[in-house]
């Protein structure tokens, strides 16, 4: 049986070919986002990779050597809202993933961090698909996909910041779906539960702390309570979910929300 720290299984690929695109991918250096860079580069897309770890932009770089595409690193803050909307100009395919999280209660939550996290969550995306759609629209064809989570569909405690922006991503990912349709261009959200990241590693230290039990039953008691399958995701089962959505075969999708949860939206 799978343990909630067993990794998954390794999906395998889908066929997609995206010799002569342009991708640009937020968070690039880590977790779902690097996940994300590897796989459009293995479909042959010249990714631009976003991220302000630069160290990690190099070693990103230096694993996509030799795939079909290639990945072109940019060092950049997306609280930095002009740069960030310059950098999707020509992009034919955007991935809205980069993230943070504080675990604290409203009434003890900065807010500055508050207002850190909405603006790299959502006014950062908005500003990216803003700089985006020019070239999208010229050309007849566009894939914007936002890594939302189950925290865009449903609430948590602890985390008002993070549960805001991930609702509002959702929103911001329909009006361009329905703005984008008569242009070709496509808008969805992929919305995974807990993904084996480190941003989830630090969300249980914090859990953990703010509950005061043990990591593990962070994972087993408050992460996982809530979901059929108990297990962590994984960053290339997400990428994977990503992929799809660039296909022919997924042109008529949306407008709508992939959750990639486990079961925990059944409920």
Known sequence: ??????????????????GGRTALVTGA???????CALRLVTAGAKVRAVDRDAEGLEALAARGAGLAGSIE????????????????????????????????????????????VLTVMLEAPFRLIRGSLPHMYGQGWGRIVNISSVHGLRASAYKSAYVAAKHGLEGLSKTAALEGAPHGVTSNCVSPGYVRTPLVERQIADQAAAHGIPRERVLAEVLLKDSALKRLVEPSEVAEAVAYLCTPQASFITGTSLALDGGWTAH
């Open 73 to 116: 690193p940019l060092v950049l803050d997306l609280t930095d809202l002009e740069a960030a909307e310059q950098a999707a100009t020509g992009t034919d395919i955007l991935v809205n993933n980069a993230g943070l999280q504080l675990v604290r209660p409203i009434e003890q939550f900065p807010p500055e961090v508050f207002h850190t």
């Open 29 to 35: 250096a880590g977790g779902i986002g690097r996940a």
């Open 1 to 18: 049986m799978t343990t909630p720290t067993t990794p998954g299984p390794v999906p395998a690929s889908i066929d997609l070919d995206l």
